[in-house]
């Protein structure tokens, strides 16, 4: 693994041995040290990469990554996932599993071969001719910290941006027909709540995202990877549910895919 060492003189090793408590123990964190230290996605990063590497042994390599944007023009963001935390199919979250379940429904794509690092940058037509699949998927949002939204932006960046869980649904194929910025989203939860509209994503068109991230996470040393599972962004509002709440999401004729929090 390569960390992006733009600013050496930040001392990442509080700050990541915090996060790793927070994670292995359970413990809740007020803020995070030296936070005011962290000034640019790339110490954001580098906390990023240092935490995933320590949580290999208990977590799983990183086999997804999650990807966004606040705006169509803005640079995105992303951080890589474990593998356990990802679940394909209808799913019964483990108790205890998140503290917070703020529940997000999106598209990801799953790639079906390596694009691994080299001098030229990835394009668009090579990283869609990767991708094998798109799926309905729920995110659950958490936080290490004591509230989502609690902390800086870069902080909760640095914090694996906030992932808790991934749900992914069967995957289709024929996807590329697809325009997400044209496509209908439902989100319906068990209290009778339903969330259902056109688009949503705040990127805008989320296959962009594929190609940033393709070369980015080249870039950081972790690279995508056949099997790779990428979801791009929320295409609905943070829900924040209750335990005990089922939540199901479906994007445009995609198969859907449901959530229990146990």
């Known amino acids: 693994m390569t960390l992006l060492d733009t600013r050496p003189h930040l001392d990442i090793r509080p700050a990541v041995r915090e996060l790793l408590s927070a994670r292995r123990s359970g413990q809740v964190l007020a803020v995070l040290p030296d936070a005011d230290q962290v000034t640019t996605e790339q110490d954001a ?38 593998r356990s935390t990802l679940f ?12 917070h379940y703020g529940v997000e429904a999106e598209i990801v794509y799953r790639f079906g071969r ?24 729920i995110e659950i949002i958490d936080t290490r910290f004591e509230r989502p939204n ?11 941006a906030s992932h808790g869980a991934l749900i992914v649904g069967h995957g289709e194929t024929e996807w ?27 990127a805008g068109d989320p296959r962009r995202l594929l190609v940033w991230l393709a070369n980015h996470a080249s870039s950081r040393g972790l690279p995508l990877l056949a099997g790779t599972m990428v979801t791009t962004g929320s ?17 445009a004729h995609l198969p859907p895919v449901t959530v229990r929090i146990a």
């Open 235 to 251: 295409m609905t509002d943070t829900c924040f549910v209750p335990v005990g709440t089922s939540a199901t999401a479906q994007i």
């Open 88 to 99: 394909e199919g209808d799913t019964i979250l483990p108790e205890g599993f998140c503290r």
């Open 176 to 202: 590329r027909p697809m325009s997400p910025v044209t496509e209908t989203v439902r989100l319906s939860f068990s209290d009778g709540r339903v969330v259902e509209h056109i688009g949503g994503n705040s």
């Open 45 to 82: 990063y580098r906390i990023q990469d240092a935490v995933v590497a320590g949580l290999i042994d208990r977590d799983g390599p990183v086999t997804g990554w999650k990807v966004g944007s606040v705006t169509p023009a803005a640079e995105p963001f992303a951080a890589p996932l474990h």
């Open 150 to 160: 609690s902390q800086p932006r870069l902080i909760h960046l640095a914090d694996q």
């Open 114 to 137: 390596d694009l691994l690092p080299r001098a030229r940058s990835w394009s668009l037509d090579e990283v869609l001719d990767a991708v094998v699949s798109a799926h309905s998927a």
